[in-house]
């Protein structure tokens, strides 16, 4: 995405939720509506400071992004948090961790299988032995 | 004084300390050489573990990391020539040149020492000024602490590489998330939308893995990374003396080491600025100026103990007035916070063992990391060649356990996975996470004291000596604040003319 684009869009979203929150203000007393008040009136300024910049501006740069492969870590991302509490987060961390490898490019099978069972291993013994904290359970534990 | 230094020693000195100090330093050193990876990286992923240790192996071992973080970013940089660390750019300079000339062991070598030098010196200007210093944030009122708040929060600024207004937006906007829940002085919900887990606010932990844990696991996958190891073979011939280099260039050694601690005492301006200052300097003070850039040993003294010397530095306002003055510093004070422990001059009456035994393991963790840097070098080389593709999975699986482990809570880890791709967009468009964090953490500290001042003076917050410019002390802030706010221009100004005369500028801090 070009920078200027970028700049133009991040402060809009900005925008856009500090309207959302001065909205929500109305609801607070006074002193507790004070300070918030002043932050997204702020923001607001700011985001239309950062956008009249990007609009005046003449030369424009290309950040680099890959939006194919950030899209596949973030899905991956939401699927795993989701699986979470179905199938447990040591079933989840090694099916996880296994996809997300493979789908980067890793191939050899032995990191492919120790990686994912030596993690879950290292979590075990760390936070469930070491620190007798639970990780989440699957939903029919 | 000394009775707490005493005190502090004895707390410091158990087996148990003393393992998590060589863990710690060795997970520092690690995490500062693998590119994409940081100190506070590191940090905020440990700080959901703290949560059942105690205060002192905790801290200790986060300073190790700290410590071990600022030297491991120079291995990366003299054997690829790409910084583990920013603060490591200008090691790069006279570094790589030395590695590819098949001396990259007396490079490591200097670094190593430097960076002992460095952080050894900043311990003592820890030790010598923050009780002084306490003592005098002792006297301060809501008024003052009000502006503390806004000093921190000016801090944003030079946070970014992008321009002031993106710095100042992202502590804004980070300001903005720590209102959601109750309001400090009236407990009025704010901006729960009727959600019950919202109300209570998020967990500090939970946004600093989001901010800084996920978006550099995601740019690590994103991203490849392009180094390579294309190194002269070592020159074996030549000699290694560890601690002959340092009666050969002491000066050196001591004068940039004080120029970061200088630094490093100014909140913000981190480490690289401080190894850009103390290059400049040696520079200009050899006789043989002309050799610096092409592998000159003295620039990577330079460079390396003034970014190491910064670490006691930063501990300064961050012990004593609760201001986090860099990332790493803002993860530490992470861990405080989830203990439970208030940052501020009480703790120098209250908790002086920990204070102490803080300091003691940042002095502890440098010795550690010099026999670590001095014998592990070959091993952490080995390391630089782990592939991302198989540690990003293991940062976002990590990340999951230690933000859910805090509370139990799924949806902690569902608020982290939202801030992990909104602080994965910041990072990109130039907007710095670290400002969204210093905005977070210190918004807290503002509100409580402007309502404070506001109910002392009766609404009358201009005037009177409760009132916000009511004391010497609060002009002092203020005149802290403006000079925080110049200072980022000025440096960018000094960088300018230097570029001009065909230097380098200044990357954004890590």
């Known amino acids: 995405m070009k920078m200027k684009l970028a700049d133009i869009v991040f402060p809009g979203l900005l925008i856009a939720m500090s309207v959302l929150g001065l909205s929500e203000c109305n609801k607070f007393t006074e002193s507790a509506a004070l300070l918030p008040r002043i932050c997204l009136w702020i923001l607001i300024a700011l985001s239309v400071g950062i956008m009249l910049k990007a609009l005046l501006r003449k030369e424009d740069k290309t950040i680099a992004f890959n939006w194919g492969r950030a899209g596949i870590i973030i899905a991956a991302l939401i699927l795993y948090v989701v699986i979470i509490p179905i199938a447990g987060y040591y079933a989840a961390t090694v099916l996880f961790t296994f996809a997300l490898m493979f789908a980067f490019g890793v191939r050899n099978k032995v990191i492919l299988i120790a990686v994912p069972l030596g993690f879950a291993l290292f979590v075990f013994l760390v936070f469930g032995q070491l620190l007798s904290l639970t990780p989440p359970k699957p939903f029919f534990m | ?510």
């Open chain 2, 1 to 510: 004084m000394l009775q707490n230094l005493l005190n502090g020693l004895s707390a410091i000195l158990t087996l148990q300390n003393g393992l998590f100090m060589v863990l710690g330093t060795i997970i520092g050193i690690l995490a500062g050489a693998i590119p994409g990876l940081s100190s506070t990286l590191a940090i905020s992923l440990l700080v959901p573990i703290t949560f059942v240790m105690d205060p002192l192996p905790a801290l200790a071992m986060l300073a190790g990391i700290y410590n071990g973080g600022m030297y491991g970013g120079s291995i990366s940089s003299i054997l690829f020539n790409v910084p583990g660390a920013a603060s490591a750019t200008v090691t790069a300079f006279d570094g790589h040149p030395m590695a590819m000339n098949g001396r990259s062991a007396r490079a490591l070598q200097l670094a190593v020492l430097a960076s002992f030098t460095g952080g050894i010196i900043s311990v003592f200007a820890l030790i010598l000024l923050s009780a002084p210093l306490a003592k005098v944030v002792l006297a301060f009122g809501p008024a003052e602490y009000f502006w503390v708040a806004v000093f921190g929060i000016s801090i944003v600024v030079s946070l970014s590489s992008e321009g002031m207004m993106k710095g100042l937006a992202a502590g804004v906007f980070g300001m903005v998330v720590s209102m959601v829940g109750m309001d400090p002085a009236t407990a009025v919900p704010r901006f729960d939308f009727g959600n019950i887990y919202m109300s209570g606010g998020f967990q500090l932990t939970s946004i600093l893995l989001g901010m800084f844990s996920i978006p550099s696991a995601i740019s690590l996958l994103e991203e490849k990374f392009k180094g390579k190891i294309d190194l002269a073979e070592e020159n074996k011939a030549e000699k290694v003396r560890l601690f002959s280099y340092w009666f050969r260039y002491w000066p050196n050694y001591i004068r940039s080491s004080i120029i970061g601690v200088i630094v490093g005492i100014i909140p913000a301006a981190g480490g690289n600025i401080a190894s850009f200052v103390a290059y400049d300097t040696t520079k200009k003070l050899s006789k043989h100026p002309e050799t610096f850039g092409k592998g000159e040993p003295e620039g990577v003294i330079s460079s390396e103990a003034a970014n190491n010397a910064v670490t006691g530095g930063s501990f300064i306002p961050l012990l004593t007035m609760g201001i986090p003055g860099s990332p790493a510093a803002a993860a530490i004070m992470g861990a405080f916070m989830v203990q439970g422990i208030i940052l501020g001059p009480q703790l120098f009456t209250s908790n002086t063992k920990l204070v102490y035994g803080l300091m003691w393991s940042m002095l502890f963790t440098n010795i550690i990391m010099l026999f670590a840097g001095y014998y592990g070098a070959k091993v952490v080389r080995k390391a630089l060649g782990v592939d991302k593709e198989v540690l990003a999975p293991l940062i976002f699986a990590f990340s999951v356990i230690g933000c859910y482990s805090i509370r139990n809570s799924m949806f902690d880890v569902r608020v982290m996975l939202i801030f992990g791709v909104i602080g994965f967009f910041m990072k990109k468009y130039g907007y710095p996470s670290a400002a969204f964090i210093l905005g977070y953490i210190l918004s807290p500290l503002l509100e409580e004291n402007l309502q404070r001042v506001i109910q002392l003076t009766r609404g009358n917050v201009f005037s009177g000596k409760s009132g916000l410019f009511g004391s010497g002390l609060s002009w002092l802030m203020i005149a802290l604040t403006v000079m925080s706010l110049v200072f980022p221009y000025i440096m960018s100004w000094i960088g300018k003319r230097k570029q001009a005369k065909g230097e380098q500028g200044i990357p954004e801090d890590d």
